[in-house]
Nanobody, 117 residues
Framework: QVQLVESGGGLVQPGGSLRLSCAAS????????MGWYRQAPGNQREMVAT???????NYADSVKGRFTISRDNAKNTVHLQMNSLKAEDTAVYYC???????????WGQGTQVTVSS
């Protein structure tokens, strides 16, 4: 059974920081591109950041320079360090695992991030 379990969300003031974590089980972690997506109320889910097994990263323009994605292939975990948070970063953040070669994709249950004073 595949599980992606996110943690680390919460309430933070503008300008603050949060670190999200995602623990994966039930997959061969190194085969998957891992990513973070987010969905705000009334909006479509959007890509925030992705990272390949080899460490190649991709970021949405809105978070470049503020967010950093990383992964630990030995521990089957992926992290999202979020700095200089803004109100518009408020959303439910989802962990994603994607193996394009076989068309497999999995989602976590999501973790709420709220940026507010």
């Amino acid at each position: 059974q595949v599980q992606l379990v996110e943690s680390g969300g919460g309430l933070v003031q503008p300008g603050g920081s949060l670190r999200l974590s995602c623990a994966a089980s039930g997959i061969t972690f190194s085969r998957y591109i891992m990513g973070w997506y987010r969905q705000a109320p009334g909006n479509q889910r959007e890509m925030v950041a992705t990272i390949t097994s080899g460490g190649i990263t991709n970021y949405a323009d809105s978070v470049k320079g503020r967010f950093t994605i990383s992964r630990d292939n030995a521990k089957n975990t992926v992290h999202l360090q979020m700095n200089s948070l803004k109100a518009e970063d408020t959303a439910v953040y989802y962990c994603n695992a994607k193996w394009a070669l076989v068309g497999s994709t999995y989602w976590g249950q999501g973790t709420q991030v709220t940026v507010s004073s």
